[in-house]
């Protein structure tokens, strides 16, 4: 390649689009041939050429100028680019391609999808914490227990992270009911534990009181050990 081919390689520079354009242009409902004609579009307006005619696309495409004009109308009409007019510093009025419409589409496609990988990952959550149970349980949950803990995500708010440590606890300390995770879940936000290290900090004082007490029942004489009430979460 010689000096003049390089530096002329050189002049044609780059474009600057958005890397999410290029991961979501399918679901915003363009085509190939649509996206590539905007990125042609982006790089005349970044050269000077702020209104590239059909003849002046398609020279660069493997389609028509009829066809060129035919897309450009369609990506116009589906809100994707504009045309506005502009006036020179003396007056003169020129038309021009006004691409803010595809970056406001962009934006609310990317928020969207964020959206919904967060609504994915929430159902495989909850997903996951059905099968949790039920594997702890050793059987299928009963539809009571199912609204049970659909109640707990959606009503008591419970983080389905949080229901899954009540679960673990209810299982070391042998109590495995769905009464006694609600009360396990009742005593962790009345006292605002709300991530997996407080609720498992929370446990283990617990059980260590829990210990203590059993102790001090056994070092009591018999006549009075009746009296002491098994200090466990329902008692709480």
Known sequence: MSKN????????GNI???????????EMNLNEHELVLILHVISYIEH?????????????MTISVAECTDMLRKLIQKGFIEIKDNYSADGIRYERYHLDPLWEKLIDQFLLSGKKEEALKIQQEETDLYTCFEREFGRPLSPFECETLA??????????????????ESVLSGKLNFRYIDRILFEWKKN??????????????FRQNQAQQRAKREDMPSQTTKSVPFYNWLEQ
């Open 5 to 12: 081919s390089l530096l002329k390689w050189l002049q044609e």
């Open 16 to 26: 600057s689009i958005p890397g999410v354009l290029l991961s979501q242009y399918k």
């Open 48 to 60: 000077g050429n702020e209104f590239p005619t059909p003849v002046e696309l398609s020279s660069r």
């Open 151 to 168: 109640l707990w995500m959606d009503d008591d708010h419970h983080d389905p992270h949080i229901i899954k440590a009540a679960l673990r």
């Open 192 to 205: 605002g534990i709300k991530t997996i290290e407080q609720a498992k900090s929370y446990g283990k004082k």
